[in-house]
């Protein structure tokens, strides 16, 4: 291996470590974020290279890459009793609540909902961003005295790693998805709410993982970038 292999080689994978502990860290940031949906990095080599020709010939990585990330749907998060009536919960973990918001309906999994009041005097339900949550037929729920009319709707889809993530715990529905329909609300509890997906302990875990192999990464860098100097300098 020359020393510009080594380079790009401990380059592309201190990239991708760092890329996998941007998506470890949000794990870590929302591990307090009601119903949220940890993700999961994945990695995958880069071509390799024979160092001579023959099938039982030695070969030399590229280094890696970050292949993708996933989305960790199943099981649904701890459920909390809140005792409020606007709070609620799926035990489900392919079920989502349907908001609609002003870039559309979303999906999401948290249940902690508030009464809004809107142009008409009246007061509806909403989550923590002002969306309108809806039920099973699409239709906005009035409440009165902190009570809904009717309960919110539970949907799912056919491919949940389809489910494009938006922000604000909002999850968008894609092709690969498919569209969302209505599900049993066998699983909905009023007065709950679920605690994040996160498990700490894993977290941390993969946090060390990754750190190391990033330091082991650019230690590598700084390896190969002493080495080319110095032969640099015998010239």
Do not use: C, W
Not at 24 to 45: E, Y
Not at 79 to 88: A, F, I
Not at 91 to 110: E, H
Request: aromatic share 8%.
């Amino acid at each position: 291996m020359n020393l510009f292999t080594s380079l790009y080689t401990a380059s592309a994978g201190a990239i991708a470590q760092q890329q996998g502990l941007d998506v470890t860290a949000n794990n870590a940031a929302n591990v307090s974020t009601q119903g949220f949906r940890p993700d999961r990095a994945s990695f995958s080599d880069l071509v390799h290279t024979g160092v001579r020709a023959g099938e039982d010939a030695p070969k030399t990585g590229s280094g890696e890459k970050l292949a993708g990330t996933e989305t960790l749907y199943t099981p649904a998060g701890g459920l909390r009793q809140t005792g409020r009536k606007l709070d609620y919960a799926l035990t489900d973990g392919r079920q989502f609540f349907a908001v609609r918001t002003a870039d559309g309906i979303r999906y999401t999994r948290s249940g902690s909902f508030a009464a809004s009041a809107a142009t008409n005097g009246r007061f509806y339900l909403t989550d923590a961003q002002g969306g309108l949550v809806l039920d099973r037929q699409g239709r906005t729920i009035e409440v009165t005295d902190e009570h809904p009319a009717r309960a919110p709707g539970a949907f799912t889809f056919r491919n949940l790693d389809g489910l494009r993530k938006t922000g604000d715990n909002y999850f968008a529905p894609t092709a690969l998805s498919g569209a969302a329909a209505a599900a049993p609300d066998a699983g909905l509890r009023q007065g709950y709410l679920e605690d994040s997906g996160v498990d700490l302990a894993d977290v941390m875990a993969d946090l060390i993982q990754q750190e190391r192999a990033f330091q082991l990464n650019t230690r590598m860098v700084q390896m190969s970038d002493e080495v080319a100097q110095t032969v640099d300098n015998l010239r």
